[in-house]
């Protein structure tokens, strides 16, 4: 047997550890090709595999930035100190 014909997103959520919602909605945006069976959303595996590798090396770079050190790291905020009395309760 070479594989399954389709995954559902419940199936394909499975595999990339993620929840069929996700997969559902990448369905919706058209991120991810998929095609129905009643109501239901089918994938079938040679979509789900050139969504992975256009994914893993697409617009959100190369993949090959081996940088783990942020350019700019974020700034330590002081909490906000309120002046006065403390306040013990509302008035309504």
Do not use: C
């Amino acid at each position: 047997m070479a594989g399954p014909y389709a995954y559902t997103p419940k199936t394909l959520g499975a595999l990339w550890l993620v929840s069929p919602t996700t997969i559902v909605n990448l369905i919706r945006n058209r991120r991810l090709k998929a095609f129905r069976v009643g109501r239901q959303y089918r994938i079938r595996p040679e979509d789900a595999e050139a969504y992975r590798a256009q994914e893993t090396t697409g617009p959100r770079g190369s993949g090959d930035d081996q940088s783990t050190e942020m350019e700019h790291p974020p700034q330590a905020t002081k909490p906000k100190v309120r002046s006065g009395p403390p306040i013990l309760f509302r008035r309504l």
